[in-house]
């Protein structure tokens, strides 16, 4: 019999801290519940929904995600293997359930064990805070996260040193109010994500919130604003992603070309009939007037052209 059909999905195990039973309930208590905040701020933002810095209370999906079970909790070290939160039917939501958010939450979590801390600043925060509170304060201490999915499996370490990375590499990625502008397209309602293509070629990653789905399912395949908090590469500076505040569509941009609607792509049949051209007659009608002899050669000798 495969041993592994009977693993829990993942386990978080807090080594070198001394044996389950030689700990205070409280610090369990407090490990145990570190680790529920965790999820609730990673449910939060794969629905990209920020929340307080301060926490608070979660609502809604967020709070039926971060309801992970305890499937146990083992002597020796203190090893706990966890079970997402319960299936059940997530208001407004499409292919999603409380499991389905509460596994890719903790996956997310660990993702960021992992040294993904860019993706959700946020979450990237509040783990570091927990690895402070939970090893930092016990010498020699570590933090085991495996995910034992059989297509996600990974197994990952962390010490007391891992906060101030996190907060190294926070630090070094800039974030800033501004807008990037190109075509919009690969949306994901579901995981309200996007990509925008703009003008050099490049690609840049798109959060939105529930509220911007109708404007996202508009813009796809045309060309818009979109603006919000832009993450920048450290090194190259160039904008990785955005998470939308608002979107400006082609016919809303501040643009003025005379009356002349830049961005939309027009036959030329519209433009003849507008501006009433017709076909020529004659050829001598495309002749350049009022150009001299002289002034055609003085212009052939600076391109290099034989008159």
């Known amino acids: 019999m495969d041993e592994r059909k009977n693993e829990t999905p993942f386990r978080v ?24 905040t965790l999820v609730a701020r990673a449910s939060a933002g794969v629905l990209h929904r920020p929340q307080p810095a301060g926490g608070g209370r979660y609502e809604g999906p967020i709070e039926d995600a971060s309801h992970i079970r305890l499937a146990s909790l083992t002597s020796g070290s203190v090893v706990a293997e966890i079970l997402p939160a319960p299936a059940s039917p997530l208001h ?7 499991e389905t958010l509460s596994e890719r939450a903790i996956g997310r979590v ?3 064990a992992a040294g993904r801390v860019d993706g ?6 509040a783990f570091s805070a927990f690895v402070d509170s ?4 016990r010498p020699g201490a570590s933090l085991r996260f495996e995910d034992r999915r059989p297509s996600h499996q990974r197994d990952v370490v962390v010490d007391a040193r891992f906060g101030e990375t996190i907060r190294a590499a926070l630090s070094a990625t800039t974030h800033l109010e501004g807008d990037v502008t190109g075509r919009l397209f690969e949306a994901n309602l579901e995981a309200r994500s996007a990509q925008v293509r ?11 919130d529930p509220d911007h789905d109708q404007d996202i399912r508009r813009s796809l395949g045309g060309r818009a604003a979109v603006k919000g908090e832009i993450i920048y590469d450290p090194h190259t500076k160039r904008a990785r992603a955005v998470h939308v505040r608002e979107i400006v569509t082609g016919d809303q941009l501040a643009l003025d070309f005379e009356g002349a609607d830049f961005w939309i792509d027009r036959p030329a049949s519209d433009l003849i009939a507008e501006t009433g051209a017709g076909p020529v007659a004659d050829p001598g009608d495309l002749q350049l007037q009022g150009v001299s002899e002289a002034e055609w050669e003085a212009l052939y000798q600076a391109l290099g052209i034989a008159p």
Do not use: K, M
């Open 110 to 112: 660990i993702e960021v």
């Open 120 to 125: 959700d600043p946020e979450l990237a925060r």
């Open 13 to 36: 195990t807090l080594e070198g801290a001394g044996r389950l039973e030689d700990r205070p309930l409280r610090e369990i208590a407090e490990f145990l519940d570190g680790l529920v």
């Open 198 to 208: 703009t003008p050099s070629g490049e690609r840049v990653d798109i959060q939105f």
């Open 92 to 98: 407004g939501a499409i292919n999603l359930d409380a």
């Open 134 to 137: 939970v090893v930092g304060r």
